[in-house]
């Protein structure tokens, strides 16, 4: 028996195209919560960026690709800090090597340090507003727990050897990575909420299609790669449905017997 189902938002819960869950997931979703399992959230996302329908009733998220996670009564679960050494590195390097849009978010805000066409199309894919553009130094006196970078692949690996050494990155956009502290993604969130539900790992299924998926997709019992995902994502799944625009999650959930 399934007993708690993880899902991504972005790709997977919400259409890039339409920026809304479709109507076969949210009534695919409401009859695998009647059948008794836990709804669980497992996103990039910040908290006060998740805006879910009423009608996805969920027991629990995890924000920040695992940094940080809360009960469904905003009980915190598990909570973690960028260190402050790569913090100040990041605002060094800015000052004396070169700037980038580097975006610091804490529990409760987010700001930029500037924005750029990046910046702008990231926000209109995933139909979140610009954040709010602040100098690093002013954010860093603050409880950082996801750095994001508005860099390429290269400049990416380059910035994890001299600036974010404490840090990883995972990505799943290509002008795009979400920076977070080593060893935290979405599959230690998944093992902070089983450990508090008492779930075993065996009664667990998830659903993503971007990079920072590929731990989760990995570690639970079934990992579920939607049809829109890149290929790295599919090889990471044990099963690969369809795309979130056409009923991939209820077609999934079918499949695996999990609802009618």
């Known amino acids: 028996m399934i007993k708690a189902a993880f899902f991504d938002i972005d790709g ?19 009859k695998l919560r009647q059948q008794g399992t836990k709804i ?23 924000t920040l690709n695992g940094a940080f996670c809360i009960s469904s009564d905003k009980k ?35 700001a930029i340090n500037f924005v750029n066409q990046q910046v702008i199309d990231l926000c209109k894919l995933i139909n979140v507003p610009i954040p709010q553009i602040k100098p690093l130094e002013d954010m860093a006196q603050k409880d950082i727990l996801q ?26 956009n290509p002008h795009f990575a979400d920076v977070n502290v080593k060893g935290i993604d979405k599959s230690t969130g998944i093992k902070h909420i089983l450990e508090y539900y008492q779930i075993n790992l065996e ?15 990995k570690y639970t019992r079934i990992g579920v790669a939607m049809g ?31 609802i009618q």
């Open 203 to 217: 009664e667990t299924i998830s659903f993503g299609d971007g990079g920072n998926d590929i731990p989760m997709l």
């Open 12 to 30: 997977t819960l919400i259409s890039f195209n339409t920026h809304l869950i479709p109507d076969s997931t949210i009534n695919a979703i409401k």
């Open 76 to 110: 915190v679960i598990y909570k973690t800090s960028i260190p402050k050494e790569d913090i100040n590195a990041a605002i060094h390097y800015q000052e004396k090597v070169g700037r980038f849009p580097c975006q610091f978010t804490t529990q409760d805000n987010t």
């Open 228 to 258: 829109n995902a890149s290929d790295e994502v599919k090889q990471a799944a044990s099963y690969i449905t369809d795309t979130v625009d056409n009923e991939g999650i209820a077609k999934a959930l079918k499949h695996f017997s999990l």
């Open 40 to 62: 669980f959230i497992a996103t990039g996302r910040p908290l006060f960026l998740i805006s879910l329908p009423k009608d996805i009733i969920i027991d629990g998220i995890i």
């Open 147 to 172: 750095i994001n970078i508005y860099v390429g692949k290269q400049k990416e690996e380059e910035l994890q050897k001299t600036v974010f050494t404490h840090c990883e990155a995972s990505r799943w």
